[in-house]
């Protein structure tokens, strides 16, 4: 694949997003965000997001004007409403917040309520944790549902991820997965190539397990299973009422009345353990956790991996050698450049 480097692709994003209506810092969060999430390998929500948010932002989807409404603060909490505005840039907005309140509180905690879609959840938690703070995240949007209850066969919920950053004396732990046993994209992506699923990961609109992603969209719909599956899902449903109930009924965005997609709740959460048994003690502890996984003899070929070390390496690799973006991708921006009159970097014009 063509490679870019970040900060010319961060420019783009930028540009085209203003061209789109939004106001420059705003457009620029977002392309921060997207351009880090590439760098950290997760493709689907990296620059990849761009033509979509770009849509979005030129329907009303992401609100191109319009400002934070505070709910209520305290010295240890806020709680916005943030109608469609762009998510990226209430995020940072939100983390900067608590971030400051940490200054005089061990535990701060923020709800959101209906900002857009806010991307890869572990993006935002890499600065947090290297700050050696602990914090979670949970995110949801209640204008989706393709998860049912465990035992049920009418979606109710969706994928409901959940992420956490755990310091260490080294580079933290980064956990971000959904709560289903996997992601709407994912099933999507074989209903677009027409491939069978490789397990039984959905079941179809009478409550049976299906192979089949085109189950998805019939009527009744098909729902996608709870982490843990036909076996365990109730372990995953568990988990993703969490997300209801942090995500979105703390926020006060939930599933009461008619949503319309686009909409995000949050729910994040930063801890200072220097005010518990203190900062040392637990990165003492953490640490040497890593150790023991790391030590734990293979069950297969590979080592060991703790969740977010992929994504550092990623980071590393991509940073010096640039960004990986497909030759589709690349021609999309080329396409959208023209037409909003903007000249992208040159190392389009040499991947073209």
Request: aromatic share 6%; with cysteine; net charge negative.
């Amino acid at each position: 694949m063509p490679l870019f480097a970040h900060d010319e692709l961060r420019i783009l994003a930028r540009d085209l997003l203003v061209a789109a209506g939004l106001p420059q810092p705003r457009a620029a969060a977002m392309a921060d965000v997207m351009v880090t999430t590439d760098l950290m390998g997760h493709r689907t929500h990296g620059i990849a997001f761009l033509p979509s948010y770009l849509d979005r932002v030129q329907s009303g989807v992401i609100a191109q004007s319009g400002e934070i409404q505070v709910i209520s603060e305290s010295p240890a909490h806020l709680a916005w409403h943030t109608p469609r505005l762009p998510g990226a840039w209430v995020m940072q907005e939100a983390i900067a917040a608590l971030l400051g309140k940490l200054e005089t509180q061990p535990v701060v905690t923020a709800t959101i309520a209906n900002c857009s879609h806010i991307g890869s959840l572990q993006t935002y938690l890499k600065d947090i944790g290297e700050r050696k703070f602990l914090a979670q995240l949970m995110v949801t949007d209640p204008g989706v549902i393709s998860v049912a209850p465990f035992g049920g066969a009418d979606p109710v919920l969706t994928s409901n991820p959940i992420a956490a950053a755990i310091p260490t004396h080294d580079q933290p732990i980064l956990i971000d997965q959904s709560t289903s046993l996997v992601s709407n994209a994912m099933i999507a992506g074989y209903g677009r190539r027409g491939e069978a699923l490789p397990g039984d990961w959905i079941l179809d609109g009478q409550g049976q397990p299906s192979r089949d992603a085109a189950v998805m969209e019939q009527d009744p719909p098909g729902t996608i299973l709870p982490l843990g599956g036909l076996d365990f899902g109730y372990k995953g449903f568990g988990f993703g009422l969490m997300v209801e109930a942090w995500g979105l009924a703390l926020s006060g965005h939930g599933r009461r009345t008619p949503q319309a997609r686009g909409g995000q709740g949050v729910c994040l959460q930063i801890i200072d353990s220097a005010a518990f048994a203190g900062r040392e003690a637990f990165l003492d502890e953490t640490t040497e956790l890593v150790r023991r996984c790391h030590a734990s003899r293979p069950s297969g070929s590979q080592p060991v991996r703790l969740p977010g070390e992929r994504a550092y390496a990623e980071h590393a690799r991509q940073m010096a050698e640039g960004i990986e973006i497909s030759e589709a991708l690349a021609q999309t921006l080329r396409d959208r450049s023209k037409a909003a009159g903007i000249t992208p970097p040159a190392a389009f014009s040499r991947a073209a």
